[in-house]
Each structure stands twice: as structure tokens, then as C-alpha cells.
């Protein structure tokens, strides 16, 4: 199948990219390169044996859209693009408006033209409300908390009209958990612009020496260490999804949402203290006040993508500490 991937030279697209191009999937990727490195292009055809087409794009310049569809007939959307830092979009709500719902509402209006109708696209846990009850299934009440979140939520409705309103239009949302660590080749992993706010990240900056010590944010949540609860899953794993997903469109019409995690929770000592056995590194940490709007305990209940989808994860916390570490090592996270 020829893919279109926006937002394929970021994290989870370019994992996504090599899994693709590994199945025999040609893939044309449209990025802006506003959170990513072209250099990452050259990487993802060492490791899958193939090469993207590469086109810089911003989602919404819908002439440029519409001129890449004309010239690339495409099968489906694999939609990544978007802007993802929670505490940026409470700043700025503006900017998370314009480029993911825009961005998206651009998208599937050339896609429309172009009589492209399957869609896979990048939901996120962030989409239940804070009151839910771990472990999370699909059906559980929707409300994200700030402009994000709500973003995931408001385009996960526009794909749901569409396919109420064209029978052959199909998409399905990935919620992802908590994504983390990096390709096994070291070639490509998470490279965070400035300070990390995500946990691995930070864990990997502080244990290369680049940050002083993490702080651990809580330490007296009603949990067995008293710290905040997480499904962290491989990016890999991740990325096998979306593979499975194509699949499954072809299979099954209408709109679904499907959560993408292990079902397994995962304290942030824990993770801490995988991070230094696995690696023989040490992390210096520090307990410091609860974040605001951090829940408490959060994962997934994963039956239904191993119902529908035929997926479940296969990486351990193990593999995840394992394989971010190399990528920090590589110098390539720089
Ligand atoms: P990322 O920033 O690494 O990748 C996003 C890519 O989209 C970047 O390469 C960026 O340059 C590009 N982009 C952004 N706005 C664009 C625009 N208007 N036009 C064209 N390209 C644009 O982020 P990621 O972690 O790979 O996340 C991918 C998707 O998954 C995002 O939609 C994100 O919201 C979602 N998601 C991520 C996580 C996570 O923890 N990383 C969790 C849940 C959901
Ligand atoms: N966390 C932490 N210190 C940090 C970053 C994160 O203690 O520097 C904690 C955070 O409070 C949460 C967990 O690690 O309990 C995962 O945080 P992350 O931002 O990676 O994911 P999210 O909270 O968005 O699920």
C-alpha cells in the first residue's frame, strides 16, 4: 500500500515509518520539520532497507496538500502531525487549535478531494477525563483536561462525522499511553527541544550528566511508593500498532478508538529504578510537590487491540530503559 505519514521524521512517526516500510508499505511522509530533523530520513532507510519520499509540508497549506495528493496517489493517512506539550497549549491554546485541529480539518478536506478514506490517527489517553478509573477501557467517559487534550478529542469527533456521513470513509484513533524509549539500532528515538518534560527523557538527560537530578514529582499518592502510576509502552510496540491498525480498516468500516498500551502500571520509582539496574547508571532524584493536574494512576485496558487489532505489546520496562539509554548515548538525541 502507498501511505501517506504527516508528521513522519517525529518520534513515533518515524518508528512508524520503518515498521511500515519493513511490512512493504511505500511511504510518502509530509512534515514540517518543526519538531524534527530531515537527517532522521537517511536513518530510517538504514534500518528498514528503504527510503520515504520526503516532502516539507505544514498540514495547513492546503494547496501544497492538495498538489502532494495529486502526485501520490495514496491508500490511507497515518496522521501524526500535531503539536503535543500540555503546558504549552494551556499558554498558548491558539497554537494547539490552529495546528492540530486545522491541521487536521486541512488534512481530511484534501483527502476528500482526493477520494482518499482510510485514516489512522494519533489519539492519546489525555482524552479521558482525570475521574477515570484505571484500567481504562474505550467506552470510559471522555473529558480531557486542558486544550491538548482537547484538540485529540475534537478531531477524533471530525473523523467520526466523516464516517457517519461518507459509509465508505473509515478511521480509526490510537489513544497512546505513555510512549516511550528509542529503535533498537540507536538511529532513531525521542529528541525533546529543550528541557524534557516527559519522565524518560528527563531520566536519560539527568543520567548522561546533561541535567543534575530528577525530581520526582509526589511522594505520598496513595499508591505502594507513594509515587504516580503510568502504562508506559515501547515505541516499537507502538508503532507495530499502527501496522495492525491498516490492517483492520481494511476489515472494519465506520470510526473505532482503540487504546495502545500495556494494561500494566508502572510507578515512577519503578521506572527509576529499572532505568540504573538495566543500564548500570546512576540517576540522582530528589522528591519534590505533585505537578499540577498529574492523575494518580493511569493504564490501559489493551483488550480490545488484542481483539481487533491482533496486537499486544512484546517489549519489557526492561527493553524500554534499555533501548532509551542507547539512543542517549548515541549522541544522535542531541
Ligand atoms: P513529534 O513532535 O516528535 O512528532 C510530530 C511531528 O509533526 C514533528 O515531526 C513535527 O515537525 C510535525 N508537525 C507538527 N505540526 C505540523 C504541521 N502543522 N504540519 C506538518 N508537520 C507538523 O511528536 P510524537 O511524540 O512523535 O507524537 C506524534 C503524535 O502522537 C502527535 O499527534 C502527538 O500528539 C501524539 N501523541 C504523542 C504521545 C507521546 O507521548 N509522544 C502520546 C499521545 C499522543
Ligand atoms: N515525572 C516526574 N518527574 C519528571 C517528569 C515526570 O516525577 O521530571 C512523573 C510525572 O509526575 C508522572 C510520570 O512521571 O507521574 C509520567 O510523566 P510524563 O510527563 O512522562 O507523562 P504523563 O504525566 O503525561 O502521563
Known sequence: MKLLVTGGTGYIGSHTCVELLQAGH??????????SSSAVLERIARIAGKAPAFHKLDLRDAQGLQALLQRNPVAAVMHFAGVKAVAESVADPLKYYDNNVNGSLTLFAAMR???VKRVVFSSSATVYGAQAVSPIGERAATAPANPYGRTKLMIEEMLRDLCTADPEFRAVALRYF?????HVSGLIGEAPQGTPNNLMPYICQVAAGKLPELRVFGKDYP?????????????????RGHVQALDYLERVPGFSAVNLGTGRGTSVLE???TFERVNQVRVPWKSADRRPGDTVITYADPALAGTALNWRTQRTLEDMCRDAWRWQKSGLAD
Do not use: C, W
Not at 26 to 35: G, Y
Open 271 to 273: 521506572m527509576l529504578q
Open 223 to 239: 499508591t505502594k511508593d507513594g509515587t504516580a502510576i503510568r502504562d508506559y509502552l515501547h515505541v516499537t510496540d507502538l508503532a
Open 26 to 35: 511505500a511511504v510518502v511522509i509530509a512534515d514540517n520539520l518543526s519538531n
Open 113 to 115: 478531494e482526493f477520494g
Open 178 to 182: 505513555n510512549p516511550v524509549g528509542a
